[in-house]
């Protein structure tokens, strides 16, 4: 199996590329660009400068048309640029043509920048297996193009992939380590199977979410474990599961991998077994990042994603985290036209949670901060609650532990 190649050089630069099409205005495209600065950042590399285009499409050839990519190219030579990454998955042939135009400079997309993140992260076997397959899937249709990177063997960002001798740029060897991949993988997945199985009927409960929206810090506020957790994108890949005793009743907790706009099908295909703890579970404790101005659109993606897997009829706890961040307006005056009074932001918590956020039907919400625990008390007496009463339905005699 080919090991991934850990380079280390001082930080590089880039420049973002994409496009405002009539499904994408201007303002989502700077929010996709804002996120993948976000990603970039995450991989070391410092944004020099950014690209946009109005265009009904994606051109075929070159993603933006003939004069963006030469404004590109100039941009990238004057000022030293090590690579130009684009918003949107580039097909071989785009990216064959752009690498014809802007040449001696690293071509990336968001799936290849997001595929370098994960592999970098990636600590343990299951991790560094799914990673590396879903790396070989994207890799195949693009291999004469990516031979030229191996060949050069650059290092940094989008590099760090699989190492390839000459003789295995070949399709047919890369086919089998795909299928070699997907054997040790399967083989994998039926001891995490087994793992869970063996956990026997304690009640299960998955935290969900947007990635960087806190979800290590609140498994480490409830579990008094030590999940990694730093404001970085993807910065735990392993679902971590531990065994967590809430007023004398135990229960499984487990994290799971951030789910983010455009997640390149390769990873959702390889992470299907990650995702199975999210399936299994009988609660999912959904947790939203309440101070980023887009958190409505990030609860929408983990809801889709939920849906895609077959989880979204699952009961779950709706936990707006980060209150400790929130920037609430500064008072106005009281001479408010009625018209205007309905469109007026919340002030405080108390008026937050008087919003749909806070009277959400059929769901439970709070309202927390898992850095600073604030509100903590509430929610784990929420969680309680519902772990208490499918407990109950479960061991209906071990009711002494309540």
């Not at 004057?78 to 130009?84: A, F, Q, R, T």
């Not at 785009?94 to 040449?103: F, S, T, Y």
């Not at 703890?277 to 101070?291: A, G, K, M, P």
């Not at 039907?361 to 509100?375: H, M, Q, T, Y």
Request: aromatic share 8%; charged share 30%; glycine share 4%.
């Amino acid at each position: 199996m080919a090991k991934l190649i850990d380079t280390k050089k001082e930080q590089e630069t880039c420049v973002l590329v994409g496009i405002i099409t009539q499904q994408q205005n201007r303002e989502v495209l700077e929010e996709y660009l804002d996120e993948l600065e976000f990603l970039a950042t995450t991989a070391d590399a410092h944004c020099s400068g950014r690209f946009t285009q109005s265009l009904p499409h994606p051109d075929r050839r070159t993603f933006v048309g003939s004069g963006k990519i030469e404004e590109i190219r100039q941009f990238v030579a004057s000022n030293n640029v090590d690579m130009v990454i684009f918003d949107d998955e580039l097909s071989p042939t785009q990216l064959r043509n752009i690498e014809a135009i802007i040449k001696e400079v690293k071509i990336l997309d968001r799936s290849n920048l997001i595929l370098d993140i994960f592999a970098k992260n990636a600590r343990t076997a299951h991790a560094k297996t799914q990673v590396e397959l879903a790396q070989y899937q994207y890799l195949l249709p693009r291999l004469t193009n990516m031979w030229t990177h191996l060949q050069k063997q650059k290092g940094g960002i989008g590099m760090k992939g699989p190492g390839e001798k000459e003789i295995e740029t070949d399709r047919r060897i890369i086919r089998d380590k795909i299928s070699a991949l997907k054997k040790d993988l399967k083989a994998i997945d039926k001891q995490k199977s087994t793992q869970r199985g063996n956990r026997g009927a304690m009640v299960r409960v998955a935290v969900v979410g947007y990635t960087n929206v806190g979800k290590s810090t609140l498994m480490n506020a409830l579990a008094k474990s030590e999940v990694l957790a730093e404001n970085k994108l993807f910065a735990t890949l392993d679902t971590t599961v531990r065994k967590v005793v809430l007023f004398n009743l135990p229960f499984l907790l487990s994290d799971t991998v951030g789910f983010i706009r455009k997640l390149p099908h390769q990873l959702i295909e390889s992470f299907k077994s990650t995702l199975d703890e999210t399936r299994e579970s009988d609660i999912l404790v959904h947790v939203v990042d309440i101070s980023h101005p887009n958190f409505e659109d990030h609860m929408k993606v983990v809801n889709d994603t939920l849906g895609d897997i077959g989880s979204d009829e699952k009961h779950s706890i709706l936990v707006f985290n980060k209150i400790d961040a929130i920037q609430y307006p500064e008072e106005t005056d009281d001479f408010i036209p009625e018209e205007e009074l309905e469109f007026q932001a919340p002030k405080n918590l108390d008026e937050l949670k008087e919003t749909w956020m806070g009277k959400m039907e059929g769901k439970d919400v709070v309202f927390i901060s898992a850095l600073k625990k604030d509100n903590l008390d509430q929610f784990k007496q929420v969680l309680y609650d519902r772990v208490k009463k499918i407990h109950i339905e479960r061991y209906p005699y071990n009711n002494f532990l309540y």
